[in-house]
């Protein structure tokens, strides 16, 4: 017998091998998803689908029994149409990542000024007190009114964007960490000080894990509001992104495509809040023992 027929038998056996294992892989797969279809269906999965055909078939009778709807509203087709139109000429793409891309490192860098600077003032009682009412003033006046002062400072540039975002994300952050901090009950800070610990262990065992839940809901928050101020800056300062896209599409009476891009903002914002934000801040939560599963 020929040395290729005594190897055939274990390359065969290899085959097989590979094979079972990739079937195993793609059942395991299905397994999953399975799992996480049934899951979202009835963590309000079916209402949801319910709420977003309701809301189709009442935009498309109204959008056929008014004069000019192509002006007025348009035809949920004609949105589609155009989000294809723009899709293939590569503008939508372009203009979401600029937009997630402001989004994400503006977040990222007001929480990582934030968070430590709320700590660092809610650990002294007296910083707190007279950081409270700063915080509290700044993080109720929104972005949008800090827009006309920073393009006076900086023009219509992505200095202008950047500053609103971090503007938006730094202080409501800020705010509710040292509400946390200040808040977590001194029962547990002053059994740490019969045990002789020192002020940076307090710190690091009691006041921060004490104010992760605060931290968790005043991200999500912060995220939220840089969201805004993200589309809001993009529509007065002029730099491509879905806000410049609509104030853009309005000035060209192309009312599909602003209505292209207030349901992009909506959706991509239900996706963000629900699949990552809103399970990391349930987590967080359950995870330092406020919440019983």
Not at 67 to 96: E, M, Q
Not at 213 to 226: E, N
Not at 269 to 284: A, C, F, M, Q
Request: glycine content about 8%; some cysteine; charged content about 15%.
């Amino acid at each position: 017998m020929s040395p290729e027929c005594d190897r055939a038998p274990a390359s065969v056996v290899k085959a097989v091998r590979a094979l079972a294992t990739s079937s195993a892989s793609i059942a395991r797969s299905d397994v999953i998803l399975s799992a996480r279809a049934r899951r979202f269906w009835k963590q309000g999965g079916i209402e949801l689908a319910l709420v977003i055909l309701f809301v189709l078939a009442a935009w498309a009778t109204i959008s056929v029994t008014i004069p000019r709807p192509d002006r007025y509203l348009p035809s949920p087709l004609s949105v589609v149409h155009s989000s294809g139109d723009l899709i293939f000429k590569g503008i939508l793409p372009n203009y979401l990542g600029q937009t997630l891309w402001r989004l994400i490192t503006g977040s990222l860098i007001g929480l990582a000024l934030g968070i430590p600077f709320g700590i660092l003032v809610g650990v002294n009682r007296t910083a707190s007190e007279i950081f409270y009412p700063i915080l509290n003033f700044f993080q109720s006046i929104s972005g949008i009114a800090l827009l006309p002062i920073v393009m006076i400072w900086w023009g219509t540039t992505e200095k202008t964007v950047f500053a609103v975002i971090l503007y938006t994300c730094f202080f409501p952050i800020a705010f509710a960490v040292l509400t946390g901090v200040r808040s977590t009950p001194l029962i547990y800070v002053n059994a740490l000080r019969t045990l002789g610990a020192a002020r940076l262990r307090i710190v690091r065992d009691v006041l921060v894990p004490g104010a992760m839940p605060s931290i968790a809901t005043g991200a999500r928050l912060s995220i939220g509001y840089a969201w805004r101020a993200a589309i809001a800056g993009e529509m007065l300062a002029g730099r491509r992104g879905l806000g410049w896209m609509i104030f853009s599409a309005q000035q060209a009476d192309q009312t599909a495509q602003v209505i292209l891009g207030m349901v992009l903002i909506g959706c991509l914002w239900i996706l963000l809040d629900r699949y990552v934000l809103r399970p990391i801040e349930s987590d967080t939560i359950q995870r330092w023992g406020l919440v019983q599963r």
